[in-house]
């Protein structure tokens, strides 16, 4: 069978079809209008969309059959119209049939069978919302129309795009309008009817060219062309309406409009039928066009193509309206159910305190039913600071980084005092420790401060979506568990303190893992030889015999008896001998003499001191000071320092301070990291969550607070009684998508007007070899 050889679609093949979906859409629209701007979900629709005068307002009236709205020169339309055509079925008894509007501003909803009242009622809501002076709203006006003259049709009639602002409008009046088109046409479930009058030149069309921005490829659009009646003589829209000048995918359909002086005689929307088919058979330029042609033509495209349309949207439009179900009940549900009991609101409140306190031990054990696979968290986020923040910080410190060679030394001989010591002292080394061992204070007071802000975190993390209900009891219950974990470092930080303390307090050099002076003095020796520090030109108090400094390193036995240079020289038998003295100076040396001299007791001594027992003492001291000169010392200066050379044996001494440092610090450290996490852990950690109910039961849980503590805003209540009231109308959309017959199921592809003596397809459409017959069934 060929497509030539199909038999013509009936108006019936389509009739069960449109009947059954459109007023289910309209049905639809009518329970999302009682959300308002607040509904999300894009209805199937047509709007109309046309420049000011384009004759918008003649075809829908033309499609109505009555006159209903609004007339005049300047902008009529100022408010979207939202209009439902509703075929009702002819009385069988074959009187005069009912005609009506309803309003869905009106409650109770009333029947207005005065079609003039009809468009009163649009001019008085739109003054009432508008104002009376040309101004225009985006707010629209819900209208429905019984009729059995009509095909089941939803439409929008929007306002018409204008140039110039008149009366109340704004100077960007055009822009406004064009934007509150574009709200509704650019949804892709929205068709467009883009109205343009035939004496204008379509590639200028106003209406044409905001619908190519919302619909670029045409596959929404149907073409309007109104006012052929008017047209240039010698001139037609042919080409036009073909889709010569401008392509559509939904073709064009051409209408003659009633004049104003038709509408000023009352001529009847009937005879302007009659009056357009007349004109479109005596012009012989239209021949052939049947399909394209005339206000009926017009209704049964736009019927067949809103009823695919919607068949098209149909699995889209289910799966968002269940969406929007889930979501909305979501969040009804988290607004929870109003208690006004007192023993309810006391069972709601130890229900929040418990749940609250559960999620807090669970984050905190890596038990929590929302563990994140993206970061750490919770407890996880805790170790991580011990392990990776606190413990490799402290691995990374070396204890003598800040401690100079010259440091050591100074602290080495102010540790000696006056005198000059045989041994190193204990003393440096403890003061030099305890400086080191201190520095660990600020950061293991720092790790219990990092702890605590996590404990925060997490105590923010578990607040659950119900207690957003109360403000208040939130804000005391964050208050609360502040305070508590603020309780709790408090004496994690004091046991901090304490235990960097008794590290300072006595330094254990009995501990098994400490190096011990024997093995530090000879690693010294073994740093200093492999390191060939060159040696100073020393003073001679200085020098220091080779000898001397062999048997000086077989002599030490422990760290606390390391001797030292006395005046420079290490003797085994303390000081020298006035013999050794005399052996030791150098020949012709008269000053060396005298001085060695003092000690020996000469006779040139003796003989001295009687010559000066028998002279006077004034006369003796005038013979001194005629033969010596004064002696004068330079001041010392403020700060004294140590010479900048040192010998080897000082060089051996600070490396043995070092090595003993460094062997008592690594002890003290390896402490610190095993005990600080420890105390924290103990007195904030484990404890808040051991806690951490009772504290809120104490705080929380009393009589004279549960009802100022479940106190819920009243933006709140709005909010619950406005997501109740959209859960409702959701589930009444829902409920009416369940009515859709099956036979809504099954839509022939292509759009086939109803009864014509010619089939001839839509533009841009194929007909289907599959149709339907008049009880909804498949045929071939």
Same mark, same amino acid.
Request: net charge negative; with cysteine; glycine share 6%.
């Given at each position: 069978?060929?497509?030539?050889?199909?038999?013509?679609?009936?108006?019936?093949?389509?009739?069960?079809?449109?009947?059954?979906?459109?007023?289910?859409?309209?049905?639809?629209?009518?329970?999302?209008?009682?959300?308002?701007?607040?509904?999300?979900?894009?209805?199937?629709?047509?709007?109309?969309?046309?420049?000011?005068?384009?004759?918008?307002?003649?075809?829908?009236?033309?499609?109505?059959?009555?006159?209903?709205?609004?007339?005049?020169?300047?902008?009529?339309?100022?408010?979207?119209?939202?209009?439902?055509?509703?075929?009702?079925?002819?009385?069988?008894?074959?009187?005069?049939?009912?005609?009506?509007?309803?309003?869905?501003?009106?409650?109770?909803?009333?029947?207005?069978?005065?079609?003039?009242?009809?468009?009163?009622?649009?001019?008085?809501? +739109?003054? /009432?919302?508008?104002?009376?002076?040309?101004?225009?709203?985006?707010?629209?006006?819900?209208?429905?129309?019984?009729?059995?003259?009509?095909?089941?049709?939803?439409?929008?009639?929007?306002?018409?795009?204008?140039?110039?602002?008149?009366?109340?409008?704004?100077?960007?009046?055009?822009?406004?309008?064009?934007?509150?088109?574009?709200?509704?046409?650019?949804?892709?479930?929205?068709?467009?009817?883009?109205?343009?009058?035939?004496?204008?030149?379509?590639?200028?069309?106003?209406?044409?060219?905001?619908?190519?921005?919302?619909?670029?490829?045409?596959?929404? +659009?149907?073409?309007?062309?109104?006012?052929?009646?008017?047209?240039?003589?010698?001139?037609?829209?042919?080409?036009?309406?073909?889709?010569?000048?401008?392509?559509?995918?939904?073709?064009?359909?051409?209408?003659?409009?009633?004049?104003?002086?038709?509408?000023?005689?009352?001529?009847?929307?009937?005879?302007?039928?009659?009056?357009?088919?007349?004109?479109?058979?005596?012009?012989?330029?239209?021949?052939?066009?049947?399909? /394209?042609?005339?206000?009926?033509? @017009?209704?049964?495209?736009?019927?067949?193509?809103?009823?695919?349309?919607?068949?098209?949207?149909?699995?889209?439009?289910?799966?968002?309206?269940?969406?929007?179900?889930?979501?909305?009940?979501?969040?009804?549900?988290?607004?929870?159910?109003?208690?006004?009991?007192?023993?309810?609101?006391?069972?709601?409140?130890?229900?929040?305190?418990?749940?609250?306190?559960?999620?807090?031990? #669970?984050?905190?054990?890596?038990?929590?039913?929302?563990?994140?696979?993206?970061?750490?968290?919770?407890?996880?986020?805790?170790?991580?600071?011990?392990?990776?923040?606190?413990?490799?910080?402290?691995?990374?410190?070396?204890?003598?980084?800040?401690?100079?060679?010259?440091?050591?030394?100074?602290?080495?001989?102010?540790?000696?005092?006056?005198?000059?010591?045989?041994?190193?002292?204990?003393?440096?080394?403890?003061?030099?420790?305890?400086?080191?061992?201190?520095?660990?204070?600020?950061?293991?007071?720092?790790?219990?401060?990092?702890?605590?802000?996590?404990?925060?975190?997490?105590?923010?993390?578990?607040?659950?979506?119900?207690?957003?209900?109360?403000?208040?009891?939130?804000?005391?219950?964050?208050?609360?568990?502040?305070?508590?974990?603020?309780?709790?470092?408090?004496? #994690?930080?004091?046991?901090?303190?304490?235990?960097?303390?008794?590290?300072?307090?006595?330094?254990?050099?009995?501990?098994?893992?400490?190096?011990?002076?024997?093995?530090?003095?000879?690693?010294?020796?073994?740093?200093?030889?492999? #390191?060939?520090?060159?040696?100073?030109?020393?003073?001679?108090?200085?020098?220091?015999?080779?000898?001397?400094?062999?048997?000086?390193?077989?002599?030490?036995?422990?760290?606390?008896?390391?001797?030292?240079?006395?005046?420079?020289?290490?003797?085994?038998?303390?000081?020298?001998?006035?013999?050794?003295?005399?052996?030791?100076?150098?020949?012709?040396?008269?000053?060396?003499?005298?001085?060695?001299?003092?000690?020996?007791?000469?006779?040139?001594?003796?003989?001295?001191?009687?010559?000066?027992?028998?002279?006077?003492?004034?006369?003796?001291?005038?013979?001194?000071?005629?033969?010596?000169? +004064?002696?004068?010392?330079?001041?010392?200066?403020?700060?004294?320092?140590?010479?900048?050379?040192?010998?080897?044996?000082?060089?051996?001494?600070?490396?043995?301070?070092?090595?003993?440092?460094?062997?008592?610090?690594?002890?003290?450290?390896?402490?610190?990291?095993?005990?600080?996490?420890?105390?924290?852990?103990?007195?904030?950690?484990?404890?808040?969550?051991?806690?951490?109910?009772?504290?809120?039961?104490?705080?929380?849980?009393?009589?004279?607070?549960?009802?100022?503590?479940?106190?819920?805003?009243?933006?709140?209540?709005?909010?619950?009684?406005?997501?109740?009231?959209?859960?409702?109308?959701?589930?009444?959309?829902?409920?009416?998508?369940?009515?859709?017959?099956?036979?809504?199921?099954?839509?022939?592809?292509?759009?086939?007007?109803?009864?014509?003596?010619?089939?001839?397809?839509?533009?841009?459409?194929?007909?289907?070899?599959?149709?339907?017959?008049?009880?909804?069934? @498949?045929?071939?």
């Amino acid at each position: 069978m060929s497509v030539d050889d199909l038999p013509p679609s009936p108006a019936s093949a389509v009739t069960p079809l449109g009947s059954s979906v459109i007023p289910i859409v309209n049905k639809l629209q009518d329970i999302f209008a009682q959300l308002g701007s607040q509904s999300t979900i894009a209805l199937p629709q047509v709007a109309v969309v046309g420049s000011q005068s384009s004759g918008k307002s003649s075809v829908l009236e033309a499609l109505v059959g009555r006159d209903f709205l609004p007339r005049g020169n300047d902008i009529c339309t100022r408010r979207p119209l939202r209009l439902q055509l509703v075929q009702t079925k002819p009385r069988s008894d074959g009187g005069s049939d009912e005609e009506w509007g309803e309003f869905l501003h009106h409650d109770p909803v009333k029947r207005i069978y005065d079609f003039s009242e009809i468009r009163r009622e649009i001019e008085a809501e +739109t003054n /009432r919302v508008s104002g009376e002076n040309k101004g225009v709203s985006d707010i629209p006006i819900g209208l429905k129309i019984f009729s059995p003259n009509v095909l089941d049709i939803s439409l929008v009639d929007l306002p018409g795009i204008t140039k110039v602002p008149v009366g109340d409008q704004p100077t960007d009046i055009e822009a406004r309008i064009r934007t509150m088109i574009l709200t509704y046409i650019k949804e892709s479930s929205c068709l467009i009817l883009a109205v343009t009058p035939a004496n204008t030149d379509l590639a200028n069309s106003d209406a044409l060219q905001i619908a190519g921005n919302a619909d670029p490829d045409g596959h929404r +659009t149907i073409g309007v062309i109104t006012k052929l009646d008017i047209m240039d003589r010698g001139t037609d829209a042919r080409n036009h309406l073909l889709g010569k000048t401008i392509p559509l995918r939904l073709g064009y359909v051409g209408v003659v409009n009633r004049s104003q002086e038709d509408i000023l005689m009352n001529r009847s929307i009937k005879d302007a039928l009659i009056a357009e088919e007349k004109f479109f058979l005596s012009r012989p330029a239209y021949s052939g066009l049947t399909d /394209r042609l005339g206000v009926p033509q @017009l209704a049964k495209k736009l019927n067949q193509v809103l009823v695919q349309h919607i068949k098209a949207l149909l699995p889209n439009l289910k799966s968002r309206i269940n969406n929007a179900l889930f979501a909305t009940a979501k969040e009804y549900e988290s607004y929870g159910d109003i208690t006004e009991s007192r023993g309810g609101q006391g069972a709601l409140l130890l229900s929040f305190i418990t749940k609250y306190c559960e999620a807090y031990s #669970s984050t905190l054990e890596g038990k929590s039913k929302e563990m994140s696979t993206s970061e750490l968290s919770g407890g996880a986020r805790i170790l991580y600071i011990f392990q990776s923040v606190f413990v490799k910080s402290l691995e990374e410190v070396d204890p003598c980084e800040d401690l100079t060679a010259d440091d050591i030394r100074t602290a080495i001989q102010n540790a000696t005092g006056p005198r000059s010591a045989l041994f190193v002292p204990d003393v440096p080394f403890e003061v030099l420790v305890r400086r080191q061992i201190s520095r660990l204070l600020d950061p293991s007071l720092q790790c219990a401060r990092f702890i605590f802000d996590e404990l925060v975190k997490i105590s923010h993390q578990c607040m659950m979506t119900e207690l957003q209900r109360f403000p208040v009891l939130q804000k005391r219950m964050d208050e609360v568990i502040g305070n508590f974990l603020r309780e709790g470092l408090e004496p #994690s930080q004091a046991m901090i303190r304490d235990l960097i303390e008794m590290e300072m307090d006595y330094i254990n050099t009995s501990h098994p893992n400490f190096i011990g002076g024997t093995k530090a003095v000879e690693l010294a020796m073994q740093l200093v030889k492999s #390191s060939r520090i060159p040696h100073p030109v020393a003073r001679p108090r200085d020098t220091v015999e080779p000898e001397k400094t062999t048997s000086f390193a077989s002599q030490i036995k422990t760290r606390s008896f390391l001797g030292r240079q006395a005046n420079g020289i290490v003797t085994d038998q303390g000081v020298p001998t006035a013999a050794d003295a005399e052996r030791s100076a150098p020949a012709g040396n008269s000053s060396w003499s005298g001085f060695s001299s003092i000690f020996r007791g000469s006779d040139g001594q003796a003989a001295a001191e009687n010559s000066l027992l028998n002279t006077p003492f004034s006369e003796a001291a005038q013979d001194v000071s005629q033969n010596l000169s +004064t002696i004068y010392l330079k001041e010392p200066p403020t700060i004294l320092r140590s010479s900048e050379t040192h010998s080897e044996q000082e060089a051996v001494e600070i490396q043995i301070t070092k090595l003993l440092l460094k062997s008592y610090y690594d002890i003290v450290r390896k402490n610190v990291e095993d005990l600080v996490p420890k105390t924290i852990m103990h007195f904030l950690v484990n404890y808040t969550k051991r806690e951490l109910h009772n504290v809120f039961i104490e705080k929380l849980y009393r009589e004279n607070l549960i009802e100022e503590l479940l106190k819920e805003p009243d933006e709140l209540a709005i909010k619950r009684k406005r997501t109740q009231e959209t859960l409702r109308i959701l589930q009444q959309a829902n409920r009416t998508l369940d009515e859709l017959p099956l036979e809504a199921e099954s839509v022939e592809r292509g759009y086939r007007i109803g009864s014509e003596s010619k089939h001839e397809e839509l533009p841009g459409t194929r007909r289907s070899r599959t149709e339907t017959n008049g009880n909804g069934r @498949l045929h071939m």
